[in-house]
C-alpha cells in the first residue's frame, strides 16, 4: 500500500500524539464509558490543565470528540476506528 504525503503526514501526527502515555491513558479510559474532564482528572490521577491540553490534541486529531451537557463537556472516542485502533493497541501489549 502506498501513501500520499499529506496521509503519511496526517498517520505520524496521530502516532506522535499516542507516543505520550498520558494520552494513552485517556483513550483507553474511554473505551469504557465517555468521561468529563473532571472525571478523568480524579480516576487518572492527572491535573486538570494536563488532561484538558491533551483532550484539545486528541480532539484536534479528530481521536475523541467532546458534548455539551449543560455545564460540563463530556469526552469520547470519536468512532468505532479509533476504539479499534486502541484495543488493538492494548492487545498487542498485552500479548505474551
Known amino acids: 500500500m502506498q501513501l500520499d504525503a499529506d496521509e503519511a503526514e496526517h498517520i505520524a501526527e496521530v502516532m506522535s500524539a499516542l507516543a505520550t502515555p498520558a494520552r494513552v491513558r485517556i483513550l483507553a479510559r474511554l473505551l ?45 472516542l470519536q468512532d468505532d476506528h479509533v476504539r479499534a485502533m486502541i484495543q488493538q493497541m492494548l492487545s498487542h501489549t498485552r500479548h505474551p
Open 32 to 76: 469504557d464509558e465517555p468521561a468529563t474532564v473532571g472525571e478523568l482528572v480524579e480516576e487518572l490521577g492527572l491535573g486538570q490543565a494536563s488532561v484538558s491540553n491533551h483532550l484539545r490534541i486528541l480532539r484536534h486529531l479528530n481521536l475523541v470528540v467532546g458534548d455539551r451537557d449543560g455545564r460540563h463537556v463530556i469526552y469520547r
